[in-house]
């Protein structure tokens, strides 16, 4: 029986004045002793409710019992069975809401660190395991829009099956989000490249600067090009505004093109040729993960950072490690407060941002308490850049240039349970049909789709 009083062991962090200027990963990763003594603390419960929570349903319970014994290899193996980029959900993905909210040690203590163990195995098995091989080809071809996630995922699981995959990549670089979206210190790039690299070693083609809508048409992929089905997995990269006074001013962003320029272009580095502000006050508006890597990347460009959200602490979206690291990095959150305006000098540059105060009154559509505005409570945070997090949409090309392929008003691919959609053959999933969410469930729906894929052509072949 697992002695109930070990507490769970606290992740080990950069050093908090060196990362306030450096892009170097801030959370360290366990020890083996760490790894052996967190995984000792698992009950092994017989009905597995974090399992329940996993949106890939990775055997939990298993692999840990594996690090108890310390099978590192076949610890990986039985994650690797049900996910196909361990390091990097072991890293960003929310496990307190997930998995470990289902740990029956959290009901009276802290849950056992599920996520922080995913990722010891993971990093050990990069480090010391051998190539993937191809798996016989069973002779078919399917193409997959989007190097995220999602297309990633769906892409090494039929792989695995046999399957002639082509994944089609608009930009430079494969990864998708987590590549230009997730900072360097929050997600090493040579993690995300190590994991498509293993792709490719497994049979998957990655073509870059292919934009599907432009260069091919989904019709074209599968009349011309032989593709016998198509998985839509293009992400949600426009980014939404407040249509508020002074968003096209200069100095304000956009998190998606701060971001860009900063992880994918390197920006932030001296020798880039990619330009990016250099700001001394920034606020960014917004409470969700992306407003945090927004804010962490302005504070190491050598800014004070703002970050203005309409609601509190309580509702706040982001991962609360995310948020507890921008606080010890020194950001300052401004909660219950709202953008009215965004001001500028004589020169049509951003010099601040008019706020107004909230309170919360009875739950919206979302089930979150509404803010509502308080009459008189404007004020003035002075500021030279902005940055709009607060969220992002489906980009339309692929459902402009697509005949038959039903879309919902907020632009999302509509698709049935197994990811179909209203287009014979096209398949689509994570944030092109849900909106921005997160990685493990792009992962999940990738997952799905595979399998969907599969039975689709095998019945086909069947008629």
């Known amino acids: 029986m697992p002695d109930m009083s070990v507490k769970r062991n606290a992740m080990p962090l950069l050093n908090i004045e060196k990362r306030k200027t450096t892009y170097e990963e801030v959370a360290l990763g366990y020890s083996e002793q760490d790894a052996l003594s967190e995984a000792s603390r698992c009950l092994n419960c017989k009905n597995m409710p974090c399992v329940k929570g996993c949106p890939v349903n990775i055997r939990i319970p298993d692999f840990i019992s594996e690090i108890k014994n310390k099978n590192y290899e076949k610890a990986y193996d039985i994650i690797a069975d049900a996910s196909l980029l361990p ?192 700001p001394n006050k920034t606020v960014v508006v917004g409470g969700g993960n992306v407003a945090m890597d927004a804010a962490r990347c302005a504070k190491r460009l050598g800014s004070e950072v703002y970050v203005v959200y309409r609601r509190t602490e309580k509702e706040l979206p982001a991962r609360r490690e995310e948020a507890e690291h921008a606080v010890e990095e020194g950001i300052i959150f401004n909660y219950l407060t709202s953008p009215v305006k965004i001001t500028s000098n004589e020169n049509g540059y951003v010099n601040g941002v008019v706020c107004q105060k909230m309170e919360l009154s009875q739950p919206d559509e979302s089930g979150r308490a509404r803010p509502v505005p308080i009459e008189g409570s404007e004020f003035t945070i002075e500021a030279d850049c902005v940055i709009m997090a607060i969220g992002t949409s489906p980009n339309p090309l692929i459902r402009s240039t697509t005949p038959g392929l039903e879309t919902n008003k907020k632009g999302g691919i509509i698709t049935d349970e197994r990811t179909a959609t209203s287009k014979d053959g096209v398949f689509a999933g994570g944030d092109a049909v849900t909106g921005s969410a997160t990685v493990i469930l792009a992962m999940g729906a990738g997952k799905e789709a595979a399998y969907a894929i599969d039975k689709y052509i095998a019945e086909k072949q069947g008629e």
Do not use: W
């Not at 039929?158 to 987590?178: D, M, N, P, S």
């Not at 998985?231 to 968003?247: D, Q, T, W």
């Open 87 to 278: 390091a990097v959900c072991a890293r960003v993905c929310p496990q307190e809401s997930q998995c470990e909210s289902k740990c029956v040690r959290s009901i009276k203590s802290e849950s056992v660190a599920i996520g922080r163990l995913e990722r010891f195995v993971s990093d050990l098995h990069i480090k010391n395991a051998e190539s993937p091989s191809p798996a016989p080809s069973n002779g078919h071809k399917v193409a997959v829009i989007g190097s995220g996630p999602s297309g990633l995922t769906c892409a090494g699981a039929l792989a695995k099956k046999g399957y002639k995959v082509t994944v089609f990549e608009a930009l430079h670089t494969a990864g998708g989000v987590l590549v230009y979206g997730i900072p360097e210190f929050r997600l090493p790039k040579e993690i995300v490249n190590k994991e498509i690299d293993n792709l490719k070693k497994m049979g998957v083609e990655i073509r870059t600067n292919v934009i599907i809508g432009k260069t091919f048409t989904i019709d074209e992929l599968m009349s011309e090009h032989g593709y016998e089905a198509v998985y839509v997995a293009s992400g949600a990269g426009l980014p939404n505004f407040m249509n508020i006074e002074g968003e096209n001013l200069n100095g304000v962003y956009s998190a998606n093109e701060f971001l860009t320029r900063i992880n994918l272009m390197k920006a932030y580095m001296p020798e880039s040729s990619t330009p990016i502000m250099r």
